[in-house]
């Protein structure tokens, strides 16, 4: 009976896994522009609460909701995480305030969508300088359906078409914010959704940058990016060294802890390397103690099992509430974070 909950459990938990990527681009010629590094995946997720200060009154994108609906997830808490994450390697949380897109207009995605079948959704994050709130720049994610239908004929893209796509519509993009901002610097990325069915979420594909007063983006670079499910075959033809440490942590905690049903994870890997794991544990009945005695015993299993430059978060719920919180840093970034719902 707890295998065939388990996996309906699955499409439950994995919706609310968050898992983002970070690169880092941008070259400026000006003092006042960010400077432009080579462009590089994160090691790590900087999973904490050091996000950037918004400007007040808030102002919402004109764009915003604005999704072609072409059956694939759509991932949008991630996604907008994700581009935030892209960000900060390259404007410092000290210096510059958030703001959602206010350069792109509806009139621009309404004709993407009519032109580019592929295209779901375009996410524009503007940031402005602190000090006499500027534009300073604006970073933006093309996310891409690798499914299309055509003349009722499914057709699916691989990711290198899919590159190539959406690198010819990056020119549109970048002459819809010449129009009113000339001067901008950009950093564009590509992203990828999933079928509606996936129980994983999208990844960016490629990042690339336009310096001031560019028309083009001068230097794309790849990203190496994928998500795993756990437990799955998948992970299990790819690492199986990694899926037999996680089989072996489930069965561990399900020896002392029955009535939890199981836990789900999703895994993420950069340049084949597993950087960090979200970790969902659902119990059968809503005890605080079990749940602080679950996650402090799980804890002291992680550097038995996953190696210490992993970045992983375990989250303790029910079937209908969260309990706890445990997030454990890579080693020699920072402390764990524990945290048990006392609501």
């Known amino acids: 009976m707890k295998k065939v909950f ?10 609310g ?10 070259n400026g010629d000006k003092e006042s522009e960010p400077s432009i590094t080579e ?10 609460d050091d996000y950037y200060p918004g400007k007040l009154p808030y102002e919402p994108s ?21 581009l935030m994450e892209i960000a900060g390697d390259t404007f410092d949380r000290d210096q510059y305030l958030f703001q959602e897109g206010q350069i792109i207009e509806r009139e621009d995605i309404e004709k993407w969508f009519e032109g580019t079948p592929n295209l779901l959704h375009v996410l524009e994050h503007d940031y402005l300088n602190r000090e006499n709130g500027e534009l300073a720049g604006t970073v933006i994610a093309i996310s891409l359906s690798p499914v299309v239908t055509k003349q009722e004929e499914t057709v699916t893209l691989t990711e290198d078409e899919l590159r190539e796509l959406g690198k010819n519509f990056a020119g549109q993009v970048i ?27 999208g990844h960016f594909i490629a990042v690339g940058k336009v310096n001031s007063e560019e028309d083009s983006v001068s230097d794309w670079k790849n990203i190496n990016e994928k998500y795993y499910l756990l437990p799955g075959d998948e992970i299990f033809e790819d690492h199986i060294r990694i899926s037999r ?4 942590f489930q069965e ?39 749940s602080l005695q679950f996650a402090q015993y799980a804890a002291s299993l992680f550097p038995e099992y996953f190696d210490d430059q992993v970045h992983i978060n375990l989250y303790v719920e029910t079937i209908d509430r969260p309990m706890a919180i445990y997030v454990r840093p890579p080693a020699g970034q920072g402390d764990p974070f524990f945290h048990v719902y006392r609501k």
């Open 252 to 290: 561990e905690i399900q020896t002392f802890f029955s009535d939890y049903i199981g836990v789900v994870g999703v895994a993420r890997f950069v340049q084949d390397r597993m950087v960090e794991l979200t970790l969902t544990a659902t119990a059968e009945y809503d005890s605080k103690t079990e």
């Open 62 to 82: 004109q764009t915003r909701g604005m999704i072609h609906n072409v059956g694939t997830r759509v991932d949008m808490t991630r996604l907008e995480l994700g």
């Open 17 to 26: 896994i968050l898992l983002l990527s970070g690169c880092s681009l941008f």
């Open 6 to 15: 388990l996996r309906g459990l699955v499409v439950a938990v994995t919706a």
């Open 245 to 248: 440490n996680y089989d072996q």
């Open 175 to 201: 002459g819809a914010v010449r129009e009113t901002e000339p001067d901008v610097p950009m950093v564009l990325s590509l992203y990828v959704t999933n079928p509606e069915s996936s129980l994983i979420p």
């Open 39 to 48: 462009p590089m995946v994160s090691p790590v997720i900087n999973v904490s």
